[in-house]
Structures are given as structure tokens and as C-alpha cells.
């Protein structure tokens, strides 16, 4: 064990007095101590946990870090083993506030307009649940998830591993609807969805509105969901209806979906021409820069943690999630020393189909001392999880395995 | 006499920094609350410019220092624009150096 390794000195900082003691520094008088700590003004104290906002009061605020009123991340640790990652505990990214809580009084009579289609016509909910019904889990993840882990410090929120789950969606699906209203109108490449949030007043709409078009295709797996996780859909998740793209980027799945439409051309909203699109450092933000779609191949450990307590030398399960955009994972493999060798970790836990992901486990020996524990998904298609990230102007998309490693140590 | 000058000088400096920030700070809120397209009043809350925007964060609860403000600036974030074709450097500047002052992102100095 080296005693000069940072890790090792947080986790006797975690350990506390006892620790301290251990390695001589219990020695610390007791003036000292109390100095140190008096120099800290009360009000520069550890912040307080910001609360959560008002619409996501539901939350377990114990399982979630709040970056703000609108960006809610999942904490490392919290993420459990049973596949399906419990809606008190998932994620939140609104990139407006939330509609009235008003619009859940008559689920039923929220309405969507669908265009481009042979019978373009605005439709209630009742009406879009007769049209069909299907149930499919699916990874929801932010694009900037992993955005922490960029050295450059993108602007947005520093989201690490949280800013993705794992749920389960019911709706009907879109290619039944279109099917319903006499197909897609020839010469359309685009599925187009807008968000029914408010619009600022004395802003021109198309620089604030979510509103995103993606390929055609993606109407193939695409649902408009009013249920997740078995409950009818939370304002917090985009209650009463909401666009769900499987393999596609968190903002695609548009909530309060309140337009559908198959475009010609990609939408002109600001979100779409210049957000969210994968722009070169050094660079400006613009529409013929990739935009951010498809999920990449992607895998990280939930367990054991550097905040894990009481590692002991001996066996552990090292375990975590892995996931592709629109391939399936295929293979999982585990290095406990920093990527010099890998094994193959064991799937546990029921597959929940193409667009969820699956969980790993890798039962390991891990003696004494400092390990690097990192994980390296492969897809279907044969894409294999990255060592390095891509680097961009806005910290998306980082499916870098060397980012996501975890360092522990094992007493 | 050389130590008095260099004192004299230096004092000069302080103060002529200290009206330079002043002015930036000024020019800073009158962006932020009208002066910006759109204004950034529109969109954030921040209780010194008396705004009580909903759409993006509130800026006395992100607390950003003036770096985070101006990239946020020059290259927009998520669903805001970008104001590097809008707003000069020098604007960019005064707005990050209030938005950082006034939410406490950056202490007074």
C-alpha cells in the first residue's frame, strides 16, 4: 500500500479519527483541529443539499445529486442491481420548466398534432390509446452524461455516470399511428417533435423551444408513452405524453409531445440547428456538424465505489450497467488493474430487450491495496467502448472506458 | 519622493481599476436585463437585476464565476444560444464579471 497515493488519503479521510490515528496523524493536537475548523466562516461551510424542486418532490433526494432546479443526477452508489432503475431514483433534464401540474388534471384530453401524415389531424390521448399499445424498456440518457469527466470543463451541467437509466415505457406505437392516418407523405426524411412547455414571451420561439428532428427510421421503434415504470407518466418525465426514441439521445425523447410532424428539412429550431451538435474545440456551433442521435456503445461499475465502506481484502462483485445505442451489448469484459488485462464479466439479471441495457457482474479477488477497476462493452455490430473520448465543445457523448474507471482501496 | 509617486501611482491604478469595474458592472446589468437579444432577464432569475426568469437556470442558486458565464456566452449551453455573434467581447466581459459579482459566483472584491 502506498501511503502517498491520493485515494489512500481520502479513504483514511473517510475512515475518520480512527484512521487518522492509525497512520500517526491522530497526533493532530486538539487546538489545532479546532483552528482549522474555525477558519471556516459557518455560512462557507459544506453547502446544503439544494432541495428538489417542486414538481420532482417524489424524489428519493437521498439517491440523487441536485444540480439545479431543472438537472437532477443519479448517484453513482445508488444504482441497484435489479435492471430497471426506479422512477423516485431517475434522472432529470429539463431544458424548460415543466408545464403547469394542471396538464395531468384530464390526461386523456391532452392533445397532439400529427403532420405530414395522409390525414394529418390533432389527436387526444383517449383517441391515441385505441390506435395501439406497446411496452418497451429502454436506456435514457442525456448526451452530456460523462461531461464531468471532460478535462476542457464544457459548459452545462458536470454530469458523471447519473444522467441515465434504465425504464420502462408503454404507449402506442408510432408507426401504428401513421399507419392509422394513412402513412408518411412522400419526400419526408425527418420525424419531427415539439414540446408543449411555455414559451417565454419576448423571445422568438424557435430560440428557446424543444423541438428536435430526427432520421425517418427512428419512427420505426419510436412510442408516444403516457406510462413508465408502471405508473401513469410524471409531469417530471414528461407527463401526459411523451415522444420515446429508443437508442436515441435523452433530448430526443420529447415530453409533452404536443406536435409530431414528418418534416422535409431538420427543424430550424435553435435546439436542433446548433444545440446538442458535436462541435469541434476551438470551434462555433453549427447545423452541419453531426448532431447528437444514437447512443454509442457504453458500459461503467456501479460497485465497489472509492466511497464504498469497509472494502476487505478477499472476493467482491464487481458490478454495473452496459448498454448500446441502437446494437444491443453482447459482451462486457472487467480489468482490475487499470486496463493492462480484462476478463469477461457474467450478464445477470433478465434481458429486457435491444434498447435496455444489461448488467455485469465480474466475481473478483482483490487483495490489499489500490485497484483500478474499469469495464469495456462491445455491441452487436462489433463497436467496442473507446479508451479515450471524442472530444468536443460541449462534453457530449463520452463513452470513454478510461473516464469511467473507478479506483478503490481495499483494506 | 520616489515612494510617494510610486504610492501615488499605485493608488491611481486601484481607483482607476475600481471605476473600471464599476462601469463593466453597470454595463453588465443593463445587458442583462434589457440589453442582451434576448435579454438574459427573460430567461434567468437573478435577484440583484430584480428578474424572476424560469426558462434557464437561477443564476443565484448556480453561482457561476465569470469564466463559466462567458463560455455560456460565447458558446451556448443546451437549449441557450450562443451571443458571440451578438454581444462584443467587451460586452461578454461585463456580463460575466456581473453575473458572476451578483449571484456570489465570484466575491467582491
Known amino acids: 500500500?502506498?501511503?502517498?497515493?491520493?485515494?489512500?488519503?481520502?479513504?483514511?479521510?473517510?475512515?475518520?479519527?480512527?484512521?487518522?490515528?492509525?497512520?500517526?496523524?491522530?497526533?493532530?493536537?486538539?487546538?489545532?483541529?479546532?483552528?482549522?475548523?474555525?477558519?471556516?466562516?459557518?455560512?462557507?461551510?459544506?453547502?446544503?443539499?439544494?432541495?428538489?424542486?417542486?414538481?420532482?418532490?417524489?424524489?428519493?433526494?437521498?439517491?440523487?445529486?441536485?444540480?439545479?432546479?431543472?438537472?437532477?443526477?443519479?448517484?453513482?452508489?445508488?444504482?441497484?442491481?435489479?435492471?430497471?432503475?426506479?422512477?423516485?431514483?431517475?434522472?432529470?433534464?429539463?431544458?424548460?420548466?415543466?408545464?403547469?401540474?394542471?396538464?395531468?388534471?384530464?390526461?386523456?384530453?391532452?392533445?397532439?398534432?400529427i403532420e405530414g401524415v395522409g390525414q394529418s389531424r390533432t389527436l387526444t390521448l383517449a383517441q391515441l390509446k385505441t390506435l395501439g399499445l406497446d411496452t418497451v424498456a429502454t436506456v435514457l440518457q442525456c448526451s452530456g452524461n460523462g461531461r464531468g469527466f471532460f478535462p476542457s470543463k464544457p459548459s452545462g451541467t458536470p454530469w458523471t455516470v447519473g444522467a441515465a437509466g434504465c425504464v420502462v415505457w408503454s404507449g402506442v406505437p408510432v408507426r401504428a399511428l401513421v399507419a392509422a392516418l394513412g402513412g408518411v407523405n412522400k419526400g419526408l426524411a425527418f420525424m419531427t417533435g415539439t414540446g408543449g412547455e411555455k414559451l417565454p414571451e419576448g423571445v422568438d420561439p424557435k430560440t428557446v423551444v424543444v423541438e428536435r428532428s430526427l432520421p425517418l427510421k427512428a419512427m420505426d421503434d419510436a412510442i408516444l408513452a403516457w406510462e413508465m415504470n408502471g405508473a401513469p407518466l410524471s409531469l417530471a418525465h414528461g407527463g401526459p405524453l411523451r415522444l420515446v426514441v429508443p437508442g436515441y439521445q435523452g433530448v430526443n425523447n420529447i415530453k409533452y409531445v404536443k406536435r409530431l410532424a414528418f418534416t422535409e428539412r431538420e427543424s430550424e429550431a435553435r435546439i436542433m440547428s446548433h444545440g446538442y451538435r458535436i462541435t469541434p474545440p476551438g470551434t462555433k456551433a453549427d447545423p452541419s456538424q453531426a448532431s447528437v442521435l444514437e447512443m454509442n456503445v457504453k458500459s461503467w461499475i456501479n460497485s465497489p465505489l472509492p466511497d464504498s465502506a469497509n472494502l476487505k481484502a478477499g472476493f467482491h462483485q464487481i458490478h454495473g450497467v452496459a448498454f448500446g445505442g441502437l446494437s444491443p451489448v453482447k459482451r462486457v469484459e472487467v480489468s482490475v488493474d487499470g486496463g493492462k488485462t480484462w476478463q469477461d464479466a457474467r450478464f445477470v439479471g433478465p434481458d429486457l430487450g435491444r434498447f435496455a441495457w444489461r448488467q455485469f457482474v465480474l466475481q473478483a479477488r482483490l487483495p490489499a491495496g489500490a485497484h483500478t477497476l474499469i469495464s469495456r462493452a462491445t455491441d452487436t455490430a462489433g463497436n467496442v467502448q473507446p479508451q479515450e473520448r471524442v472530444e468536443n465543445l460541449s462534453g457530449y457523448s463520452n463513452n470513454s472506458w478510461a473516464d469511467h474507471a473507478v479506483q478503490v482501496v481495499i483494506a | 519622493m520616489r515612494v510617494a509617486a510610486c504610492v501615488l501611482a499605485g493608488l491611481a491604478w486601484a481607483s482607476a481599476a475600481h471605476a473600471d469595474d464599476a462601469a463593466k458592472l453597470a454595463l453588465g446589468k443593463q445587458l442583462f436585463v434589457r440589453g442582451a437579444v434576448p435579454a438574459c432577464a427573460v430567461c434567468h432569475t437573478l435577484k440583484d437585476a430584480g428578474t424572476t426568469g424560469a426558462v434557464g437556470p437561477v443564476l443565484d442558486e448556480l453561482k457561476p464565476d465569470a469564466t463559466r458565464v462567458a463560455t455560456a456566452l460565447r458558446n451556448g449551453v443546451g437549449g441557450m444560444p450562443s451571443f458571440a455573434a451578438s454581444l462584443s467581447e467587451a460586452q461578454i466581459q461585463a456580463l460575466a464579471l456581473y453575473v458572476s459579482r451578483a449571484s456570489g459566483g465570484t466575491p467582491a472584491r
Open chain 1, 1 to 113: 500500500m502506498n501511503p502517498a497515493h491520493p485515494l489512500h488519503r481520502r479513504h483514511l479521510l473517510a475512515g475518520g479519527a480512527t484512521a487518522l490515528a492509525a497512520v500517526g496523524l491522530g497526533g493532530l493536537s486538539r487546538s489545532a483541529t479546532a483552528q482549522a475548523a474555525s477558519a471556516v466562516p459557518a455560512s462557507a461551510g459544506p453547502a446544503a443539499p439544494k432541495p428538489l424542486p417542486a414538481y420532482a418532490a417524489w424524489k428519493d433526494t437521498n439517491s440523487l445529486i441536485v444540480h439545479s432546479s431543472s438537472t437532477l443526477e443519479t448517484r453513482r452508489g445508488a444504482f441497484g442491481t435489479s435492471v430497471i432503475t426506479p422512477s423516485e431514483q431517475l434522472y432529470i433534464r429539463n431544458n424548460l420548466p415543466p408545464p403547469d401540474a394542471s396538464v395531468l388534471a384530464d390526461r386523456d384530453a391532452w392533445q397532439i398534432s
